[in-house]
């Protein structure tokens, strides 16, 4: 499995080797990703250092209510907020992580895949049983009638190109949130399907998810905290459930503890580590192509 100049340690390709032992005898295996993996494709996690709760207070910035004062005294604060989010969920592709879970999931190896972040990158990169427990900003929500649709991202990149950054007109804010998400066919407002602090987590998607993890016998947890709640606590309900749980994350988090095996390095490391022992070189190559 090592190549020359390979700077991954003996433990850690052990840990590697053990982990795809665990996932062969599994009848049905799920991951569960975090932050973490979205970060090696360029999105900062927000919580972390240079994110985007150092700039702007999740108080405000993270629920419906901060929102709606931020509008009311400061609307200019929320069109820079919201178009730098937006540009940088614009601008991200799926890295080796997502790939390797899409090839696992197509080989019939992964089961499905259960996700807190919003960035569609999973679908992007050709998973198909995703749970987005947190939403999609891709997709847009009536707020009349609650019907879902996906907005495409030629469509986004057209309608907020026009818009005025920074305008602290409240009427271009609402142009611009209207350019973003449209209105709906029954004439309702659309806002970006993505929860809030304080929301709901979307019932149907919950239910998929906790479902999934609870027939699983193996879960893999890759690039969370497990600090934001309630879908951190998946991951332990499939253990709860007796799944083995194998972590991968750089440092140790709440989930360590529960895990059957932690393996020490990054997402995209050690998930395409782990699917080239299952996919064979021409499964690989057709990837590439």
């Known amino acids: 499995m090592r190549k020359r100049g390979s700077s991954i340690d003996e433990e850690s390709l052990r840990r590697i080797r053990d982990s795809c032992r665990l996932i062969s005898t599994s009848a049905s295996t799920v991951v569960f990703t975090g932050a973490g993996v979205s970060s090696e494709s360029g999105i900062p996690v927000f919580r972390g250092s240079g994110g985007l709760w150092e700039r702007y207070n999740p108080a405000l910035f993270g629920n419906l209510l901060g929102l709606a004062i931020v509008f009311a005294f400061s609307p200019g604060k929320i069109s820079y907020f919201a178009m730098e989010a937006i540009s940088t969920f614009l601008s991200a592709k799926p890295n080796p992580a997502h790939e390797a879970i899409a090839r696992?999931?197509?080989?019939?190896?992964?089961?499905?895949?259960?996700?807190q972040n919003v960035d569609n990158l999973h679908r992007k990169a050709g998973s198909s049983n995703v749970f987005e427990v947190h939403g999609n900003i891709f997709r847009a929500r009536c707020l009349k009638c609650g019907v879902r649709?996906?907005?495409?991202?030629?469509?986004?990149?057209?309608?907020?190109?026009?818009?005025?950054?920074?305008?602290?007109?409240?009427?271009?804010l609402?142009?611009?949130?209207?350019?973003?998400?449209?209105?709906?066919?029954?004439?309702?407002?659309?806002?970006?399907?993505?929860?809030?602090?304080?929301?709901?987590?979307?019932?149907?998607?919950?239910?998929?998810?906790?479902?999934?993890?609870?027939?699983?016998?193996?879960i893999i947890a890759a690039g969370t905290s497990a600090l934001v709640y309630p879908a951190?606590?998946?991951?332990?309900?499939?253990?709860?459930?007796?799944?083995?749980?194998?972590?991968?994350?750089?440092?140790?988090?709440?989930?360590?503890?529960l895990s059957q095996i932690w393996i020490s390095l990054r997402a995209s490391t050690a998930l395409e580590l782990i699917s080239k022992e299952f996919l064979s070189k021409d499964e690989l190559d057709a990837w590439r192509i």
């Open 149 to 172: 649709s996906d907005i495409p991202k030629e469509q986004i990149l057209e309608k907020i190109s026009s818009g005025e950054k920074g305008s602290s007109k409240r009427r271009d």
């Open 104 to 115: 696992l999931e197509q080989a019939g190896i992964v089961k499905g895949v259960i996700t």
């Open 174 to 218: 609402l142009r611009m949130m209207d350019r973003f998400s449209g209105r709906c066919s029954c004439g309702g407002r659309r806002r970006p399907d993505i929860v809030l602090f304080g929301e709901m987590l979307p019932r149907e998607t919950l239910t998929g998810a906790l479902e999934l993890a609870s027939r699983c016998d193996c």
């Open 232 to 257: 951190a606590s998946i991951p332990e309900y499939a253990v709860q459930n007796g799944a083995a749980l194998i972590e991968i994350n750089p440092n140790r988090t709440r989930l360590t503890p």
